[in-house]
């Protein structure tokens, strides 16, 4: 079965930092592009970026450009989203998904809810 | 970047009826447009891609047209598992954007 399992929820303070997960199996993991999505509280879809895990080439938003890191370990078909610095404004679910011929995103991850509080 | 208008962003209907939601690119992204179906709490489901073509397992009531700026997707008779929210995304240039989403309820 091909899925995406993503790493469990998250409890940080502003100014810390964090790196969650989202492991593939089923399928070659270096052969799809990988997608990050964050949906804030009550609100829509909001691409993030993507990587492709065969040679890390990697893609942003320029809105998020720069606030948060995309990257993958091929050894264990993982990728990650990373934060430096979380604000409070960063509270979210964090969806990964793999994307087939780069024109839509057929499997998901069960999400990662990250919320910032101090 | 490329906008995406969807249009409306709520829409009440019965079961039975039969729903057209609607996204506007800001320029001609080909059939760069996928779909998805999103209920509280899961993750987006994939319903149609490359503007026309449908997922597999998903029922054939759903169906997507358009090209260049003007997408659509029907549900050709509303069954009560339909009542969620959709959104389109384009995939013709980064960032790949999503519509603003639109929540379909029970009337």
């Known amino acids: 079965e091909v899925q995406l399992v993503q790493s469990g929820a998250e409890v940080k303070k502003p100014g810390e930092s964090l790196k969650i997960s989202c492991k593939g199996s089923?399928?070659?993991?270096?052969?799809?592009?990988i997608g990050w999505v964050r949906q804030m509280p009550g609100k829509g879809l909001e691409w993030m970026g993507i990587?492709?895990?065969?040679?890390?080439?990697?893609r942003y938003s320029p809105s998020l450009q720069g606030q948060v890191t995309i990257s993958v370990d091929k050894s264990t078909s993982t990728a990650y989203l990373q934060w430096s610095s979380l604000k409070a404004s960063d509270t979210a679910m964090y969806y990964c998904?793999?994307?087939?011929?780069?024109?839509?995103?057929?499997?998901w991850g069960q999400g990662t809810m990250v919320t910032v509080s101090s | 970047a490329i906008q995406v208008t969807q249009s409306p962003s709520s829409l009440s209907a019965s079961v039975g009826d039969r729903v057209t939601i609607t996204c506007r690119a800001s320029q001609d992204i080909s059939n760069a447009v996928a779909w998805y179906q999103q209920k509280p709490g899961k993750p987006p489901k994939l319903l149609i891609y490359d503007a026309s073509s449908l997922a597999s397992g998903v029922p054939s009531r759903f169906s997507g047209t358009g090209s260049g700026t003007g997408f659509t997707l029907t549900i050709s008779s509303l069954q009560p598992e339909d009542l969620a929210t959709y959104y389109c995304q384009q995939f013709n240039s980064y960032p790949y954007t999503f519509g603003q989403g639109t929540k379909l309820e029970n009337k």
């Open positions: 990587i492709y895990p065969g040679d890390s080439d990697t």
């Open positions: 998904a793999r994307a087939v011929a780069v024109n839509h995103f057929d499997i």
């Open positions: 089923g399928y070659k993991f270096t052969s799809n592009w």
